[in-house]
């Protein structure tokens, strides 16, 4: 770098997301798919209390590795957030982490529910019918599962979905 030149700006910023947008945010349905499923403490399925944040400032909406490890880390500081999980709308970029009402951990596995919406939607665009789709999800399922487990530092997981 050329002496007395400044490093490039880099800012981001973290707003939550709270209220009657939290509420249609989280129940639109490429957010309500993906959803949390069970806490990795207590192993409860529920309920959870799910906190949802806008990042901004990010150069551009893609997933960005620098973003990630700063949301984390601040999720982590100001909330004790174990996980946190990365999601793309239409023009946002959002972090969402879920805390376990019964025994407070936010250790929460999160995961995409295959509604029947969802199986059509596949079958869909694959060109499939509704059953093979299913049978082939829960293949991959299982494959993802073992791999989990296979997987040490029992990291939370993520996963970028795109309209
Ligand atoms: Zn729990």
Do not use: N, W
């Amino acid at each position: 770098m050329a002496p007395g030149k400044q490093p490039p700006q880099y800012r981001v910023t973290l707003e939550q997301v709270s209220g009657e947008e939290a509420d249609r945010l989280l129940g639109a349905a490429h957010f309500r798919d993906f959803h949390p499923v069970r806490c990795s403490a207590c192993q409860a399925d529920g309920p959870f209390e799910r906190r949802l944040f806008r990042i901004g400032g990010a150069r551009s909406r893609e997933p960005d590795g620098t973003v990630e490890v700063l949301v984390r880390a601040h999720l982590a500081r100001q909330y004790g957030a174990q996980h946190v999980f990365f999601r793309v709308d239409d023009t946002r970029y959002y972090a969402e982490t879920a805390r376990c009402v019964r025994c407070g951990s936010t250790a929460v596995v999160f995961d995409i529910e295959f509604t029947d919406e969802v199986l059509r939607k596949v079958a869909e665009l694959t060109g499939r019918s509704v059953d093979e789709v299913r049978s082939r999800l829960e293949e991959l399922t299982r494959a993802l599962e073992e791999q989990d487990r296979a997987r040490p530092s029992g990291r939370g997981g993520r996963l970028f979905r795109r309209r």
